[in-house]
């Protein structure tokens, strides 16, 4: 029972060691560049075509394609592919964007074989386009500073980047979506850190689709939507594409440019995170790595600390190490939610919410074993009323 013990100690030592280091790497990222709208840049230069994909999202495309409209950079066209919506997406983008001749709406009937519709109808609409910067964006994304698209293209031409992904700010309403969207998206920096993604000599790859703006000529070099078009997640694909091809991605922290509210209940949050992991993780021994790493270093601690207590209390082992035990835990758990408050403030998440990081766990946790559940053989995938084959992946 002494070796035991032992084990248990070490094992909750290294999760008190990981959160320590969380909290140097939150003040190392207090410092990061954080694209704003006061960023310098003129309001023209190269063509810009921007797209949207719309299928059934008559909740949110107007101020979506509102905030497209707002834009200040003058040499822009807008295009929003509807891709076979059966509500009143149509009616509504073809209201706002009457009298502005720079939108155009492209109504897509159909759902060619082999392809997912948002790829199928981005393909439409940017072969209809002339940009030279392509931009694409989610229904769900607002651009919120007329300046968005302006300072973007910029600072892209400045850096030389071929693909430029800003990270949006998260809109949370209802407990569910605060606890556990936050956390939902950071178990994705266990395989997609922006350090590693932006370092030319490592491998990963990594774009958030609300937010990507690339040069045609990359876009076409990577073989366009067409080399994609059966991913769910076409966006972590082109950008892995593109990091294959040398070729130059970058993934920053946005000011005050967007906002996307991705999930509205926790049965879309469920449904929509374990789609993504299946998509972008890619094999099961990711998603169990996943899983492994956000049981032991998140939950570990609270069941290492029931179990200090329960030895202590009934005498089992060594009453020293129980003791020690349950401290090193209770250390832990305290490190841990210091640290997430001070993540949650740094994304603009509610920081008041700290506590409930152990039941955005289990969300995360959830969507991770849905994600296996779609990678058996003759799974299926069903979003925005059409359903796509999965698949099994080792």
């Known amino acids: 029972m002494t070796a035991v013990m032992i084990a248990l100690i070490v094992l909750t030592s290294l999760s008190l060691l990981v959160w320590i280091s969380r909290h140097f790497e939150i003040s190392h990222h207090c410092h990061d560049f954080l694209l704003s709208s006061d960023y310098p840049a003129p309001a023209t230069g190269p063509k810009l075509s921007a797209f949207v994909a719309a299928k059934d999202e008559e909740c949110c495309i107007d101020a979506c394609v509102r905030g497209l409209m707002s834009q200040d950079y003058q040499n822009l066209e807008i295009f929003v592919a509807n891709d076979r919506s059966s509500d009143r997406t149509a009616q509504i983008v073809e209201s706002t964007i009457a009298g502005d001749a720079r939108a155009h709406l492209i109504n897509i009937d159909h759902l060619d074989k082999g392809w997912c519709g948002k790829n ?43 693909l430029l992904s800003v990270l949006p700010s998260l809109e949370m309403q209802g407990f569910w979506e605060n606890a556990g969207m936050p956390v939902c998206s950071a178990i994705m920096m266990i395989w997609f850190h922006p350090a590693k993604v932006n370092n030319p000599a490592k491998p990963q790859g990594y774009a958030n689709g609300a937010f990507m703006l690339m040069r045609r000529e990359a876009y076409e070099r990577i073989g366009t939507h067409e080399a994609v078009k059966s991913e769910v997640n076409e966006d972590m694909h082109m950008a892995w594409r593109m990091k294959k091809q040398g070729l130059n991605i970058r993934v920053i922290r946005n000011g005050d ?128 009323n059409t359903t796509y084959s999965a698949g099994s992946k080792v």
Request: aromatic share 10%; glycine share 10%; charged share 15%.
């Open 257 to 384: 440019l967007c906002i996307v509210r991705m999930y509205r209940s926790l049965q879309e949050m469920l449904r929509g995170w374990s789609r993504i992991y299946y998509g972008t993780f890619g094999t099961v021994r990711r998603v169990v790595a996943s899983l492994v790493v956000l049981a032991l270093i998140s939950l570990w601690p609270y069941m290492a600390a029931l179990l200090g207590l329960a030895a202590g209390g009934l005498g089992v082992g060594p009453a020293g190490l129980a003791k020690v035990l349950l401290g090193v835990a209770l250390t832990a758990i305290v490190m841990q939610l210091s640290v997430i408050y001070r993540f949650y403030d740094m994304v603009k998440a509610r920081s008041g919410l700290f506590w409930s990081y152990p039941l955005g766990c289990g969300v995360g946790l959830a969507a991770l074993v849905m994600a296996l559940g779609k990678m058996r053989k003759g799974a299926k995938i069903a979003w925005r």
């Open 120 to 162: 199928h109808a981005m393909s439409h609409a940017i072969s209809a386009s002339a940009g030279e910067w392509i931009f694409m964006t989610d229904a769900d994304c607002r651009l919120v500073s007329p300046r968005a698209l302006s300072v973007a293209l910029e600072y892209a031409q400045k850096e030389k980047i071929d």
